[in-house]
């Protein structure tokens, strides 16, 4: 039997890389020694105000159809989200609700891209990237942004990467897999080139309040870029919400049109009890969030310190999410074979780096979702294992 072309386009490398991840929690559910640091679903529980919303929402008889584009209340407290951090001022029609950040960049890609179009990012980029670009047909450009300069991106290659057929500049702020955020020189660099070109901006910004040292600034904030800017957020990371699927997206209303249309045919609206849950943790889980901001905060600390004078291991401090980077060339192992060992002698599970791209192929990315008695523990085994290295 013979299946469409589309299907190649969303496999590869990058799907490839959760090999051992997936093989490590089936492992887990048998032994209790196995360490899982290679995804980013946080440790903590959703916290309880949020899951007794839904709760009540349930009890109430909460289960049938919404809007297709979601409840007025919860589009209302995204866009009084988006506002309190930026000078613009959007609202709820500005706002569609979807299954998450990644149903969000999916759709976004099939509302504007099509065979031929080319779509700029950076590498590294989060492993789905070129699966949600490369659905529509268009083709992934990528752009340097390499460990030498702390994986910040190449602003004059991008400049030379535009082409007549390029349709928009993708990235996330800040960057999955190496924490990066973008500070206001290079977004303003970036919307020049937007705007030059007459592009459209997708900007993933799961990670925006977890970020450690610095604000985060959204390119749809910078003059004349809302209209030419599709941004992308979910509840997943800030408020320990990965399985409600709770995500979605600021646009511009003609934008929000097509995706309501797209919506009707692919998800015809979250459920009501979730929405419920997202108004919570928008209109009172600030607290939460800055508490689970805290905790990563120390755990990027102490995996950054452990592994500060190990010879083999270059570590960057990541500014913002929930992952590190670590630098294993000097091992002479390649990223593939480095967590195939590593899984192998201390049943820890991290992600091959050069599932992001061809600057992070000598890189391995660790989660600190765990415990600091856990992340401390896989530390010292990952530290053992270079040790027992020829």
């Known amino acids: 039997m013979k299946f469409a072309r589309r299907v190649q386009r969303v496999a590869g490398d990058g799907a490839a890389a959760w090999d051992i991840h997936y093989q490590a929690l089936v492992d887990q559910e048998t032994d209790s020694d196995v360490i899982v640091l290679s995804v980013g679903d946080p440790d903590f529980s959703t916290p309880a105000a949020i899951t007794n919303a839904a709760i009540k929402a349930l009890n109430d008889g909460d289960t049938h159809y919404t809007p297709i584009l979601g409840r007025s209340k919860l589009c209302r407290a995204i866009a009084e989200e988006f506002n309190r951090h930026n000078s613009v001022n959007i609202d709820e029609s500005n706002v569609a609700v979807l299954a998450g950040a990644q149903n969000a960049l999916f759709t976004a890609s099939l509302c504007l891209s099509e065979p031929g179009d080319e779509v700029v990012t950076f590498d590294p980029m989060y492993l789905t990237y070129e699966a949600y670009i490369g659905v529509s047909g268009a083709e992934v450009v990528r752009v340097p942004a390499r460990k030498e300069v702390g994986f910040r991106p190449n602003l004059e290659a991008l400049t030379a990467a535009i082409t007549p057929r390029t349709k928009a500049i993708a990235f996330a702020n800040p960057n999955n897999p190496s924490g990066v955020v973008l500070d206001r020189n290079e977004l303003a660099k970036i919307a020049d080139i937007a705007k030059q070109h007459d592009l459209w901006v997708i900007s993933d910004e799961v990670y925006s309040q977890l970020c450690f040292e610095q604000d985060h600034r959204s390119i749809a904030n910078l003059p004349n870029m809302l209209e030419r800017t599709i941004t992308v957020n979910s509840l997943s990371k800030s408020h320990a919400m990965t399985g409600w699927r709770l995500g979605w997206m600021i646009a511009p209303r003609e934008m929000i049109k097509h995706v309501e249309n797209m919506g009707l045919c692919m ?21 939460e969030t800055q508490r689970m901001l805290d905790q990563y905060r120390r755990r990027r600390d102490i995996v950054v310190k452990m592994f500060a004078n ?7 401090a990541p500014q913002a999410g929930m992952f590190v980077l670590l630098d294993i060339s000097a091992t002479g192992l390649s990223a593939a074979d480095f967590v195939k060992q590593l899984y192998k002698q201390q049943k820890v599970s991290l992600l091959n780096g050069a599932a992001f ?9 660790l989660s600190f979702t765990s415990n600091e008695e856990t992340l401390q523990r896989a530390c010292r085994r990952i530290i053992d294992f270079l040790e027992s290295m020829p």
């Open 267 to 287: 998800l015809y609206g979250l459920p009501g009890f979730v929405q419920e849950a997202g108004i919570e943790a928008l209109t009172n889980g600030n607290a």
């Open 310 to 316: 190990v010879p083999s291991i270059t570590v960057l």
């Open 357 to 365: 791209g061809k600057n992070t192929e000598h890189c391995v990315r």
